[in-house]
């Protein structure tokens, strides 16, 4: 009888391994902390990185007035948005204005309005200093931000980052030519 217990014991334990979280060491290339960031969203809410563990997320680098690669960008992540409701997935995005001077709430809110962005669950953040996204970007993400000196346009990058639960940049993709199979894919990893 004990032996029997044993056995079943064993059974009951390995069963309940099987829905572990997956390593995400070993399923992603990359590990950049996200540091702390605060500022304000389009609705004028506050807004805090901090917020956002415990969860997995998306972020992106724009600012209104871009002439290139935003519209088409964000009008991309508008994509990646009704995908993931298709697919039933639960994943936030960020979308981090690097001309905070210009963005505030309103110019964002109208600029999430031509993509027809769900807020609630996609946040155009703004209401911090032009130093602390320049430096956000760069260290946290390890990517371009900055104004170009001769005009009013900024260099920075074109990537969807995929952030996980405890606040690391785990993936980047394309948000011009963007892997929309391959993003999906990887959210339902981790969604599981």
């Avoid at 690097?98 to 962005?117: C, F, H, R, S, W």
């Avoid at 948000?175 to 981790?190: A, N, T």
């Amino acid at each position: 009888m004990k032996q029997f217990l044993a056995i079943c014991a064993m059974i009951i334990l390995s069963a309940c391994g099987a829905d572990k979280e997956i390593n995400l060491d070993e399923e992603f290339s990359m590990k950049l902390e996200v540091s702390e960031l605060s500022g304000t969203n389009q609705d004028e809410e506050a807004f805090s990185t901090s917020d956002k563990k415990g969860e997995f997320w998306l972020a992106n680098f724009i600012f209104t007035n871009c002439d290139t690669v935003c519209p088409p960008m964000t009008a991309n992540m508008a994509k990646v948005q009704r995908e993931m409701k298709e697919e039933g997935l639960d994943i936030s995005i960020v979308s981090f204005s690097i001309d905070p001077d210009e963005d505030t709430p309103g110019p964002l809110k109208d600029y999430g309005d031509q993509v027809e962005a769900d807020y609630s669950s996609w946040d155009f953040v703004t209401g911090y200093s032009q130093e602390d996204i320049e430096k956000f970007a760069n260290v946290s993400f390890m990517v371009p931000a900055a104004k170009d000196e001769s005009s009013d346009q900024y260099n920075h990058s074109t990537g969807i980052f995929l952030v996980d639960k405890e606040g690391y940049v785990r993936e980047q993709y394309s948000g011009m030519d963007v892997p929309f199979e391959e993003i999906m894919e990887d959210l339902k990893k981790v969604s599981e």
